[in-house]
């Protein structure tokens, strides 16, 4: 069994796209997150408003019930999981999940929204967004990559780390503890 991957980052970070190269690579299932929220979180979003803590647990219930569920050759999801409140609670459901996080320059974050029509994330939210990510801590299963170099490189990148053993929680850490 593959450990479930989560692509994560705030809005317009390139989680769908990079979630999608590597689950093609690793021969994994790929989900998007965003098609778990609840209709009232995507109404919310929609008119601008930022979710609070209270509208996100359900959803987050819900990745980490899909992240734990039977997947024959793994899954890869991308979902914003900002703060380690929420990948905890992934965790909690999905144990062996390892998190990559996606950090981009702000401006180019801005840019890749504006010019993404259609989805229900507008670019005002970017900045409350923004001030609730938390980094991945030391002790938390996973890597921080710089979206730089395309998706293939990226790809190629997280891939040399799962082949190193990299993404794993280090030894005698709980990943869990704060």
Not at 67 to 91: F, M, N, Q, T, W
Not at 118 to 128: E, K
């Amino acid at each position: 069994m593959h450990s479930p991957i989560v692509i994560m980052g705030v809005s317009g970070a390139g989680k769908t796209a990079l979630g999608t190269a590597l689950a093609a690579r690793l021969g994994a299932t790929f989900k998007d997150a965003d098609h778990l929220h609840p209709l009232p979180n995507v109404e919310k979003m929609t008119a601008g408003v930022p979710l609070t803590d209270e509208d996100r647990w359900p959803w987050l219930r819900l990745v980490g019930a899909e992240l734990a569920a039977e997947h024959p050759h793994g899954i890869v999801v991308a979902c914003s999981a900002l703060k380690r409140a929420y990948r905890d609670a992934i965790r909690a459901a999905a144990p062996s999940t390892r998190f990559i996080l996606l950090k981009v320059d702000p401006s180019v974050l801005k840019d890749r929204l504006v010019q993404r029509p259609g989805h229900f994330m507008p670019v005002s939210l970017l900045t409350s967004q923004l001030e609730t990510l938390e980094a991945l801590e030391t002790a938390e299963a996973g890597m921080t990559v710089t979206s730089e170099g395309g998706i293939e490189a990226l790809t190629d990148q997280i891939l040399a780390n799962l082949r190193q053993g990299h993404l794993a929680v280090p030894a005698g850490t709980d990943q869990n503890a704060r």
